[in-house]
């Protein structure tokens, strides 16, 4: 496969758009009118957001019960029979 990077760039360097002229202008409005949606966006997200507390505080509310811990065991079982309590048994 040939192919001559440097004619390439010659070629888009050499077609002017007409467009090209009037884009910053463009691109400079479009910014100032996401600006002002961005200040609408901000607030529709900090409404979301305390909804979405009040309706997690809602939910779960004082009925919640408290958290219990289970004994701990390696193997889940009483270790009664564990080779160290069978070593200790006969002192």
Not at 28 to 51: H, K, P
């Amino acid at each position: 496969m040939d192919f001559d990077f440097d004619a390439a760039l010659r070629r888009v360097t050499d077609d002017d758009h007409p467009g090209l002229g009037a884009i910053d202008a463009a691109v400079f409005n479009r910014v100032r009118a996401n600006r002002t949606s961005t200040r609408t966006g901000i607030s529709a997200a900090a409404l979301a957001a305390v909804g979405a507390i009040v309706l997690g505080t809602m939910t779960a509310g004082s009925a919640a019960s408290p958290a219990s811990a289970a004994p701990i065991d390696a193997f889940g079982a009483a270790g009664a029979l564990a080779p160290s309590t069978l070593l200790l048994a006969d002192r």
